[in-house]
């Protein structure tokens, strides 16, 4: 028995130990969204003065892009409080987004080779593949876990 009650302290001590790191990464992650935001309202006023549209978006796009990224490591540190777990889709829909961020800016910049466009599609869908695979293994898993809840409330009714 004293076994299982050391066990069982340091699980606990674990999960909370986690729970505050996370806590705080989460912390420094919105003050970073924060700072991210206005700081995007102060780049569009360099719009209105310059003469050239054009040379101002890129900053713009890189910053609104990378603030979606942040938006996605946050809404899974939100999701670990609820389920202590890291959910796999909101992990890949960051690395989604900061492919597509980084493939944009290629772009617009006009330095993206052949063989840069190939890889990064390949990695692009390597990461749908995934991010399906996730959803689907999720769906899953609920399905499964309701089919349980529903074979014991069965048993005991």
Known sequence: M?????????????????????????????FG???????????????????RVSGSYLPIIS?????????ELSRSLIDYFDLHRLRLTFIIDAGIVFVLRELMIKMFENKVSVEEMV?????????GALRLGSVFAFQREKQMLEALRNERQNDTG
């Open 33 to 51: 969204i924060a700072i991210g935001v206005l700081r995007l309202f102060l780049e569009v006023s360099d719009l209105l003065v310059l003469k």
């Open 2 to 30: 004293p076994d299982k009650r050391i066990k069982q302290r340091f699980i606990d001590v674990f999960n909370r130990s986690t729970d505050v790191v996370f806590a705080v990464i989460l912390v420094f992650i919105l």
């Open 119 to 127: 890889a990064i599609s390949t990695v692009l869908f390597v990461l």
């Open 63 to 71: 910053d609104v892009l990378t603030l979606f990224i942040l938006v």
